[in-house]
C-alpha cells in the first residue's frame, strides 16, 4: 500500500472518530492538492476546515509550511482553520486563527509529502506544543 493510500486512510479514521463520538459533521476533501484535508462543522455547529499531519517521529514543535497556512487561512473569516498532529507522544490540534505570534524559519524538507526523496529549502512555522487547543499525551 503506497505512503498516500496509508495516509488518506488514517484521516478517514479520524475523521470517523471526530464525527462518531465527538458530534463534528467533517468529509475528506476529494481533491489531493488542497491545503486542507478535511471540511465540515465544529461540535459547536461553525464551519472549518481541517489540516491533518501524522509523524512517525516525536518533535517538540510541529512543523507547518508557510504556504499551506497562508493558504488556509485564505478562507473565509466564518470558518474554524484548525491543524491536527498526531505523532507517537499524542494527538494535537492546534486553533490556527487563535495563534497570533509565529516566526518562520528556513527548513530542508522533502519537496512533496510523497512523490519523491527531493529536498528543498522550504518557510515553515514550528508550533510549540502549549499552543495547541487540544493535547492528549500518551503516557510511556
Known amino acids: 500500500m503506497s505512503k498516500i493510500s496509508v495516509t488518506k486512510k488514517l484521516e478517514r479514521a479520524v475523521i470517523l472518530i471526530l464525527n462518531g463520538f465527538d458530534e463534528w459533521d467533517l468529509k475528506p476533501t476529494e481533491d489531493e492538492f488542497s ?20 509523524r512517525k517521529k516525536y518533535y517538540e514543535t510541529k512543523m507547518l509550511e508557510v504556504k499551506k497556512y497562508n493558504c488556509i487561512m485564505k478562507m ?16 494535537y490540534i492546534f486553533w490556527l486563527d487563535g495563534i497570533k505570534e509565529f516566526k518562520s524559519i528556513k527548513k530542508y524538507c522533502p519537496k512533496t509529502t510523497y512523490w519523491n526523496d527531493k529536498k ?7 508550533l510549540p506544543e502549549e499552543l495547541a487547543s487540544y493535547k492528549f499525551k500518551i503516557d510511556n
Open 35 to 54: 491545503c486542507y484535508d478535511a471540511i465540515g462543522i465544529t461540535p459547536k455547529g461553525r464551519k472549518c476546515v481541517v489540516e491533518f499531519k501524522f
Open 120 to 126: 528543498q529549502e522550504k518557510d515553515v512555522y514550528l
Open 76 to 91: 473565509p473569516d466564518d470558518y474554524v482553520k484548525l491543524y491536527f498532529v498526531a505523532d507517537p507522544e499524542g494527538t
